[in-house]
């Protein structure tokens, strides 16, 4: 067997998770999570929903965010929750192209998108934009 | 094989039967007497039919791809719908006949005799009609792109909402034609003839328009942005909210303007005041947009308006109405705007609004820099109430968003920049 698999941590929708989630592969939820998570690739499912603490490389949600996101870059639809504020690199959210129906419903929230001059820059965890090999960069050279 | 050859089609022409939907490919029908036959979805692809006989025929529909019809007589002939591509009209008479939505791509009309033929609708791209006769032709919403018209007569001809793209029209003749807004843009119209034509929101961006004839004309709300003017006449011209650069205008020939809305030639303006009334007309007031003034070029009804690059607009008040659609590549500071229902507003790449306030049901496109941070102790937030907010790639958007009760329809391209606070409805 190969062992070039993609390990990715999926919670099922049905499933609800409270507490601090962190993991060097990617995490699929179509659960609920409460709560601080990180991980290089958040893939969040249109049954999903991702509150709290959330810190990625990458992020797709189809669901439902809420809390404080940080992330390289985000592809978002779905909805996104009152008090919410999304900092990242990048950010991609598509028009809808059928009336009525939205790509993103957005509550009362602030977007942090790219270099915008007097806004702090987007801060992404350091150990998980370590390629998921668990060492902190930082820590690597002896700082 | 053809369903009859020429003698049998002959035959049936002098007993009046009706060739509908007949296969006479490869029948050499040159100079034949066809007057008021009956070819109708005719398959005449490729067919010699030089110096035919063809008055008052009807060939709707018909196929004439690449057919031969050099001096053919085909005046007063129904061909709407036929497939002319490629085919060779030269010195054709089509005088009085109907080639509405005919596809005449390609085809060469060099000399040919259009005088009162309809055309609305055809596609043209492509087409030869170098010299041709067109007085008086209705060319509405043709499709003429990469055309030549060279020498053409269009005298009074009705160009409305044509296609005209990079069309050669040097030297032609468009004294009294309707051209209201058309698409010239990069047109090769050196030393044409626009006397008293209409030319009501044509865009000529980019065209040559060296020598061409203005007198009379009324050009109100059309676009001359990069489009060359040397030698131009501009005598009795109507050229209210007109988009260009003053810089154009050094080398016309104009003895009076009429810069006024109405443009009924009872306010004119001298020629050597033109610039510096034309510069006046582009500083406008703040209030002057809403009736067209400033840079703006309203080309529809409802409203279609343009602020070019490198001018600034400063503590406005503008309203747009409904369906309006508004470009805008200026700078914007400190000014409020209302968008009527569904109107579009547009910062293109250039453009940067400061401290500027939108309110109401529009569809906002920003590629360009919108900073209304400063509004929202002020006034509320920077933006109130869009139907669509879409920031593309290049766009910086810093400030705040009020949706509506329908929320807002939300896109971002992937590069854009953002500091927003967004707000559900009250």
Known sequence: MSDKTVKQTILENGTEIEGAVKSKCAIVVSGQIKGEVSAPTLTVTDTGVLQGK??????????????????????????????????????????????????????NCELQVGDTSDKKQPKVDPVVAANGNGHHPEAKHGK | ??????????????????????????????????????????????????????????????????????????EGANLQKADLEGANLEGA?????????????????????????????????????????????????????????????????????????????????????????????GAYSEGANFTNAVLEGVIFEGAALGRAKFADADLRHSNLRNATLAGVTMTGAKVFGVVAKEDQWDDIIVDWADFTEEGDGKSKTQGADFV????????????????????????????????????????????????????????FENC????????????????ELKGCQIVGAGEITIHGRFMGERREDEEGPSIIGPKIMFVGKSGFVMGSIRQPKQMTNFGFEKGCKLSLKIYKAE
Do not use: H, W
């Open chain 1, 54 to 107: 959330v810190k990625a490389t990458q992020l797709s949600s189809q669901g439902s965010l809420a809390g404080e996101i940080e992330a390289d870059s985000v592809e978002l639809s779905g909805s996104v929750s009152d008090n919410t504020i999304i900092r990242a690199n990048t950010m991609e959210v598509k028009l809808s192209q059928s009336s009525g129906k939205l790509q993103v419903s957005f509550g």
């Open chain 2, 1 to 74: 094989m053809a369903d009859y050859s020429r003698e049998e089609i002959l035959d049936k022409v002098s007993k009046k039967e009706s060739l509908e939907r007949a296969d006479l490919r490869d029948v050499a029908l040159d100079r034949a007497n066809l007057e008021g036959v009956n070819l109708r979805r005719s398959d005449l692809e490729g067919v010699n039919m030089e110096e035919c006989i063809l008055r008052n025929a009807n060939l709707s529909s018909a196929n004439l791809r690449d057919a031969y019809l050099v001096r053919a007589n085909l």
């Open chain 2, 93 to 185: 008479n089509l005088q009085g006949a109907d080639l509405s939505r005919a596809n005449l791509e390609g085809a060469s009309l060099e000399g040919a005799k259009l005088n009162g033929a309809r055309l609305n609708y055809a596609q043209m791209e492509l087409a030869n009609l170098g010299g041709a006769s067109l007085e008086g032709v209705q060319l509405a919403n043709a499709d003429m792109r990469d055309a030549y018209l060279g020498g053409a007569k269009l005298s009074k001809a009705d160009l409305q909402y044509a296609q005209m793209e990079k069309a050669n029209l040097e030297e032609a003749d468009l004294t009294g034609a309707i051209l209201r807004e058309t698409n010239l843009r």
């Open chain 2, 276 to 331: 510096s009334t034309f510069q006046q007309m582009l500083n406008g007031n703040g209030n002057a947009v809403s009736t067209g003034a400033s840079t703006a070029a309203t080309t529809q009804e409802q409203g279609k308006r343009f602020f070019g690059k490198g001018d600034v607009l400063r503590n406005a008040t503008l309203e747009f109405g409904e369906k309006s659609i508004v470009e805008i590549e200026s700078r």
């Open chain 2, 336 to 351: 409020s705007i209302t968008l009527g229902d569904d109107a579009k507003l547009t910062v293109g790449p250039n453009g």
